[in-house]
């Protein structure tokens, strides 16, 4: 049984930083695609980052390029999500998400391709 833990949401102020991690367990990891996404009240889940984990190539969303930092760890089957110059529009609760293998990947941007997803961690940003 495939499982994603999330880890390392918080509170924060405006500027600060959070590492989120995602442990998968179950899951064949290499030649996937692993992402980060999030929700906040009222609106629809959008992606954050993606990280192919069969060679590291990373895809980040306009809003978070260059504060967002995906990376992975294959001996520990964990991707992380290093957040920093965080912002109040940041404040949302953020799902990792794990794919099919590559040949069978869309765009990775769309939540839909995911197969399997974790339970969020909440991450909140104050002014």
């Known amino acids: 049984q495939v499982q994603l833990v999330e880890s390392g949401g918080g509170s924060v102020q405006a500027g600060g930083s959070l590492r989120l991690s995602c442990a998968a367990s179950?899951?064949?990891?290499?030649?996937?695609?692993m992402g980060w996404f999030r929700q906040a009240p009222g609106k629809e889940r959008e992606a954050v980052s993606s990280?192919?984990?069969?060679?590291?190539?990373?895809y980040y969303a306009d809003s978070v390029k260059g504060r967002f930092a995906i990376s992975q760890d294959n001996a520990k089957n964990t991707v992380y999500l290093q957040m920093n110059s965080l912002k109040p529009e940041d404040t949302a609760m953020y799902y990792c998400?794990?794919?099919?293998?590559?040949?069978?990947?869309?765009?990775?941007?769309?939540?839909?391709?995911?197969?399997?997803w974790g339970q969020g961690t909440q991450v909140t940003v104050s002014s």
């Open positions: 179950g899951y064949t990891y290499g030649n996937h695609y």
């Open positions: 998400a794990a794919g099919p293998p590559a040949p069978y990947m869309g765009w990775v941007f769309v939540a839909d391709e995911y197969n399997y």
């Open positions: 990280i192919y984990t069969g060679g590291g190539t990373t």
